[in-house]
């Protein structure tokens, strides 16, 4: 497998708090990805990376902010979280543009009461 | 934005059976990837198909990339119970640095 992991794997919070979820890398990929994964949904992007602090929005990125300062580490941030944040969070590695495939992360459960 | 589809969201079959699982794109594809994700696990990738019409093969696994590029299909020959998780494919369009997810199709076996 791929040198990828997420911390924390799963996380209890109230609505209204702060959440920041990491993504660290040892593949020294340029592309990070941050995927949520709800039923009936498939994966939705939410932000995404093609370097060092570069970053774009995904499908489904209100709500959500990110950064990336060094290669190797890519984290999302629910600056207030919501219920509707509850799911499980992927993160993904790619080494080319348009191509190739991607690498996931184990995943994060996430679960706003 | 681009939308991929895919049919059917669920299918049981019983071991031996065949299975298919559609992918439809609102547009065109510059290539298509395919993921497994077993029950409780990760996405991990199977296979990249790139040019209009092409076919690959992975064991009982066979994988088409449609002419018009907007569409694809897995098939699984004579299933068995490892088959089980969810099956997606993912596409890139034109210059866009992300991948984009279909919906899924679960596939569920049993002897």
């Known amino acids: 497998d791929a040198g990828i992991t997420q911390s924390p794997r799963h996380k209890v919070t109230e609505t209204g708090t702060p959440v920041t979820l990491r993504c660290h890398q040892t593949?020294?990929?340029?592309?990070m990805y941050w995927y949520r994964q709800d039923p009936g949904h498939g994966l939705r992007l939410i932000h995404y990376s093609y370097g060092v602090k570069d970053t774009d929005k995904g499908e489904v990125s209100d709500g959500y902010s990110v950064s990336r300062s060094k290669t190797e580490d890519f984290l999302l941030t629910l600056e207030s979280a919501t219920s509707s944040q509850t799911s499980v969070y992927f993160c993904?590695?790619?080494?080319?543009?348009?191509?190739?495939?991607?690498?996931f992360g184990e995943g994060s459960r996430l679960t706003v009461l | 934005g681009q939308q991929v589809m895919q049919i059917p969201q669920y299918q049981h079959v019983q071991e031996g059976e065949d299975f298919t699982t559609y992918c439809n794109s609102s547009t065109t594809l510059s290539n298509i990837q395919w993921y497994k994700q077993r029950p409780g696990g990760h996405p991990v990738f199977l296979i990249q198909l790139v040019k209009s019409g092409e076919v690959k093969k992975q064991k009982r696994l066979t994988f088409q990339f449609g002419e018009a590029k907007k569409n694809s299909s897995l098939h699984i020959t004579a299933t068995q119970t490892t088959d089980v998780g969810t099956y997606f494919c993912?596409?890139?369009?034109?210059?866009?640095?992300?991948?984009?997810f279909g919906t899924g199709t679960r596939l569920q076996v049993t002897l």
């Open positions: 593949e020294n990929h340029r592309y």
């Open positions: 993912a596409g890139f369009t034109g210059t866009a640095s992300k991948l984009t």
């Open positions: 993904a590695i790619g080494a080319a543009l348009l191509a190739g495939e991607l690498f």
